[in-house]
């Protein structure tokens, strides 16, 4: 037999999956997710738009300096200035490749560009000979490919790889495609353009119909040979194909497809954690493959064919895509060693002195919670993780209310290393507003908060609350996280790390989004 065909796995999580409302992610965070996606060993890193802002253009020379083993991408619309600043943010990478667009539908002629077949085909051609006297990577996308009259973008993607193109990049950038549709796109490409074998069709589906994952596979089907992704699905509007449910579709279905990818499936569980964790987009329990309910069976008739055989009702096995085989509880009498041994099964990997702070804090949770979980590890690992030396801390609080009665917060802080400070305000519209005012007073930093959502880590009544807040100063957007058996500390705690972020100034630039592949 054959060895499958291998199809090239494109991340565009810190492109097009930070354009997810809510989902902007700072350096720290961007080189975080790309040092997880390297070892989850995808093909390609897509790390951002240069000409976005000097922001992106930071991330994606900072990825491009520190991924390796991967070839590293930048967007550029098919304009001079965009391919040029592309290629001085990639300088360092190791296999860099620039990414160039242009709309090819008739509506975005017509409406968005204004400009005619031949002008787009001439525009094609300049942008991809550009990028290519810079690189040999190039990648070429006719965005809205898959409303783009057939002869016409025949033309185009003939013209593209003529120009240089070595991967022709076929999005479906309003999630408008059927599985139907998109596979007869690729097999007219394949049929039609007499120089496609000297190039690799790639596909790029959005899911505004949930169809993502069942067109990319179509587009595999039919000739693709690259599949454009992302952890979780995160993207633009209802977001992308899923990375890892495309993956393990072809993984599970060799039979079928007879292609497979490089991705390492065990790293998809703890990726997926990592992305939901940066970003603040909780995965929805019923998610395939990542989400807690993926190999859960509380139907008699299932678990007991679960008993008897596990394949009667599952078609993967869990560990296979990162789920520790047991929920391991562990307590106040688990050691160091223990915990370590359970950190690294879930995925992480911790330095001996982050290892020490998260110990410490488990043995302060252990003191109040009598069992801890998996997702309560996880917890603290991404607590500590996102914790730096000058940052201010929750010392302690207290807070006074009543029904009709004015609220007063009283809180301490400290800084570093540094003293206590303790400052009290009175009023607000409730007991955490009195608290997040009073953290203001402390810090000095004023921030308007635009979302804040609790939920619980685990279940019971001791489980650990969740508190997640996305706030906005100085034009930027800046996230917290803050877990405690307390949710109005955890709530305090994750205004707090807000605040540490604002102070430090470098979050993303509110609604600093375009155009979109």
Request: contains cysteine; hydrophobic residues 40%; aromatic residues 6%.
């Amino acid at each position: 037999m054959s060895a499958p065909r291998q199809i090239t796995i494109f991340d565009t999580t810190l492109r097009d999956g930070e354009q997810s409302p809510g989902a902007s992610m700072n350096l720290a965070e961007k080189l975080e997710v790309a040092e997880a996606l390297v070892g989850l060993r995808v093909d390609v890193i897509e790390a951002g738009f240069p000409i976005a802002s000097p922001g992106d253009f930071e991330a994606v020379r900072a990825v491009a300096g520190q991924a390796k083993g991967v070839q590293v991408c930048g967007l550029a619309r098919c304009n001079d200035n965009d391919i040029d600043r592309a290629w001085e943010a990639l300088q360092q990478a190791e296999a860099p490749r620039i990414h160039v667009f242009l709309a090819t539908s008739a509506i975005h002629r017509e409406f968005k560009l204004k400009m005619t077949k031949e002008d787009i085909v001439q525009r094609a051609i300049a942008g991809v000979t550009r990028a290519r006297n810079l690189c040999d990577n190039i990648e070429f996308s006719p965005e809205d490919a898959a409303r783009t009259e057939p002869d016409f973008l025949c033309r185009v993607v003939e013209a593209a790889i003529t120009a240089g193109a070595t991967t022709v990049n076929i999005p479906d950038t309003v999630g408008y495609a059927t599985p139907t549709h998109m596979g007869r796109v690729f097999a007219t490409l394949v049929e039609r353009v007499p120089n496609i074998d000297k190039a690799v069709l790639s596909a790029h589906c959005h899911d505004d119909l949930g169809l993502a994952v069942a067109n990319s596979l179509a587009a595999v089907e039919n000739g693709a040979g690259q599949v454009e992704c992302t952890i979780n699905g995160i993207g633009e509007r209802a977001g992308n194909c899923s990375l890892e449910e495309v993956v393990m579709a072809l993984r599970t279905r060799a039979d079928y497809y007879d292609a497979d990818t490089r991705v390492n499936a065990q790293r998809l569980v703890p990726t997926s954690r990592l992305v939901s964790s940066v970003t603040g987009l909780s995965v929805q329990r019923n998610k395939a493959i990542v989400g807690r309910n993926a190999f859960a069976h509380e139907a008699g008739i299932h678990q007991d064919g679960m008993l008897k055989e596990r394949t009667t009702y599952e078609i993967m096995r869990p560990e296979d895509v990162g789920f520790a085989k047991t929920d391991l509880v562990l307590g106040k009498h688990s050691g160091r060693a223990a915990l370590a041994d359970r950190i690294k099964t879930l995925g992480y990997q911790l330095d001996n002195e982050t290892l020490i702070d998260v110990f410490e804090a488990f043995k302060r949770l252990a003191d109040k919670k009598k069992e801890i979980y998996d997702a309560d590890l996880i917890a603290l690992v991404d607590k500590q993780s996102g914790a730096t030396a000058d940052d201010w801390s929750l010392v302690s609080y207290e807070v006074k209310t009543t029904t009709d009665g004015v609220p007063s917060a009283t809180v301490t802080l400290r800084r570093g290393d540094g003293d206590k400070v303790t400052d009290t305000f009175f009023g607000g519209d409730g007991p955490l507003d009195a608290l997040f005012r009073a953290v203001e007073k402390i810090t000095g930093q004023a921030v308007e908060v635009r979302e804040f959502r609790v939920h619980s880590v685990t279940h019971g009544k001791d489980a650990q609350g969740e508190a997640n807040i996305e706030a906005v100063a100085d034009g930027r957007v800046y996230k917290g996280r803050g877990v405690s058996t307390d949710t109005v500390e955890a709530s305090t705690m994750a205004f707090v790390a807000t605040v540490n972020r604002a102070i430090s100034g470098n979050g993303p630039e509110v609604d600093q989004r375009m155009e979109s592949v």
